[in-house]
């Protein structure tokens, strides 16, 4: 059976997939930074440690792969390096190593409206590796998936505080999908033709429906106030021009997506209630 690398396996989406390619059998090999953030069983998922920034680290580790999966992007982490550095260079570097060992195909991982938002420095970065991979010569599938349930937090931290704000009149759509389901959809691009695959959850909802969701959630009431688009872009002008591109990167990103309507094909059955359910215990 085909053996399978996967990169990001420590990650939301990554520990799904890993899980998913384990419970189809498919023989696996994820590589990991931090061995500790494993959370699949490591009898049957073999591991290797080393740094996807540095090219060196990865020689000789896909000899025996037939599809790479990668996840591995910045989105929270703090390592003082840029998107370049990882969302583009690292998924470069596993590139050139699976064209170096006769690897059939690359899976990548990007988001939904990367290739339209690419004044967006992480954007940049995922569609500079997207047209790399395009002209590697590997068959490949580019997966852009809408916002994940783990970011979906956020509305239910803002509930618990007692106040959601929203962008514009709250009334931007976006069908947001859990790790799980798309997992699935990832491990399924390993045998399909198709070469890009834009995907969001079963539900479209809109911002204030997520919001009262999250306020229902804890038994709340709910309260919500609403930043006018001027007041957002002036708060980005300054995080711009006062705070480095570490910082303001991710922060650009949220404020843009979530000022704009993000819907996707729909996929998957699980539902942002029973999310919001079993994430209300780990407040
Ligand atoms: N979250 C969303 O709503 C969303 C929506 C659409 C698309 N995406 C994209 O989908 C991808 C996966 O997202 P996710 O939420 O699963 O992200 P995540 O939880 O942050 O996982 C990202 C993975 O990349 C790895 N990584 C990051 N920086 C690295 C570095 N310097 N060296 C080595 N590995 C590094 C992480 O390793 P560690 O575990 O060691 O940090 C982790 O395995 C990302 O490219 C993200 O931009 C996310």
Redesign the pocket.
């Known amino acids: 059976m085909k053996k399978i690398l996967l ?9 799904y997939i890993a899980a998913e390619l384990q419970d189809r059998n498919y023989p696996t090999r994820i590589v ?3 061995k500790n ?1 494993i959370l699949v069983n490591k009898e049957y998922t073999e591991t290797i440690v080393a ?3 540095d090219p060196a680290q990865l020689s000789g580790k896909m000899n025996d792969v037939e599809v790479v999966i990668s ?7 703090k ?1 003082g ?1 840029t998107y370049m ?3 583009y260079q ?1 998924n470069l570097n596993l590139l050139k190593e699976a064209e170096k060992a006769g690897v059939r195909k690359f899976i990548y ?4 409206n ?1 290739d339209k938002l690419t004044h967006l420095k ?1 954007c940049k970065a ?1 569609e500079l590796f997207v047209q790399a991979l395009k002209g590697s010569g590997l068959d490949y599938c580019i997966i ?5 349930f ?2 979906m937090a956020e509305f239910l931290k803002m509930a618990q505080k007692g106040k959601a704000e929203l962008f514009g009149d709250g009334e931007y759509k976006m069908n ?1 999908i859990h ?1 799980e389901d798309l997992a699935e959809l990832c491990v399924n691009a390993i045998d399909t033709e198709v070469k890009t695959i834009e995907v969001g959850g079963p539900e479209v909802l809109t911002h204030n429906e997520i919001a009262e969701l999250a306020f229902h959630t804890l038994g709340k009431k709910v309260k919500i106030s609403y930043m006018p688009d001027w007041m957002r872009k002036t708060i980005l002008w300054f995080a711009r021009t006062f705070t480095s591109s570490k910082k303001y990167g991710p922060m650009e990103f949220f404020f843009t997506v979530l000022s704009m309507d993000m819907v996707a094909p729909e996929y998957g059955t699980r539902t942002l209630s029973k999310y919001f359910k079993e994430l209300k215990d780990d407040l």
């Open positions: 990169a990001g396996a420590t990650g939301y989406l990554g520990r990991v930074r931090n953030k740094e996807v920034t996840t591995v992007g910045i989105t929270r982490q390592d390096l550095d990882v969302d690292a991982v990007s988001a939904l990367a992480g995922k852009r998936p809408n916002g994940f783990s970011d947001p790790g």
